[in-house]
């Protein structure tokens, strides 16, 4: 008997929406922790900031300060549709595929793409950060604080990859860029297997 209650637990728990972070030090903190803890964020950052990088530091500039304010009205917009939306782990998934093969491409794209694609993804991540912080009742702060987390990231990736010359060392980062991709197509699959 037991083993049959053993066996049966899963269907008595709940699913686990376990999103959010709690370090201890309050709201600002755990935002600023948030990126580095949630694959389905950080994954499509860092292809972003990869691909700007590649294209040189203008695009950085701009992906730096478009992708944290994109976020910043995705989240406060997330916030106010808290009841009435949910987002589906596969619509989260495809920014990251089709950031990660462009990168893995390296065509040059000019800057208004990549700066549409930075506001897309930060309306699209933070709507989702939105729902999730509205739905444990968090405030703003935790959204400030993904937003310093973000420009960091940028800042510091961006600029490093758009030094880069060597050949070799740009090919790494579309290595990395189809890891991304390749990552992307694992979160749809269990994404839609989930469903």
């Known amino acids: 008997m037991p083993a049959l209650a053993l066996a049966s637990m899963p269907a008595w728990v709940p699913p686990a929406r376990a999103h959010l972070v709690n370090t201890g030090f309050g709201p600002f903190y755990d935002g600023l922790v948030h990126p580095f803890v949630t694959p389905e964020d950080l994954l499509p950052v860092l292809a972003l900031t990869l691909l700007a990088g590649l294209r040189g530091p203008r695009f950085g500039r701009t992906v730096l300060f478009v992708l944290p304010a994109a976020w910043l009205v995705g989240t406060a917009a997330g916030r106010l549709l808290v009841s009435q939306a949910t987002l589906s782990p596969a619509i989260v998934a495809v920014p990251t595929i089709v950031l990660g093969a462009l990168v893995a491409a390296d065509r040059p794209l000019p800057l208004p793409p ?9 309306l699209l991540n933070g ?27 940028v800042a510091l990736v961006a600029g490093q990859v758009s030094s880069f010359r060597a050949p070799w060392a740009r090919l790494v980062v579309r290595v990395a860029g189809s890891w991304i991709a390749a990552i992307g197509l694992l979160m749809l699959g269990w994404s839609v297997r989930g469903s």
Do not use: K, P
């Not at 990549?114 to 993804?121: F, K, Q, S, T």
């Open 127 to 153: 709507g989702w950060n939105g729902i999730e912080l509205g739905q444990a009742g968090s405030g703003g702060l935790g959204a400030i604080g993904v937003a310093c987390s973000l420009f960091v990231v």
């Open 114 to 122: 990549v700066a549409g694609l930075a506001i897309v993804l930060g």
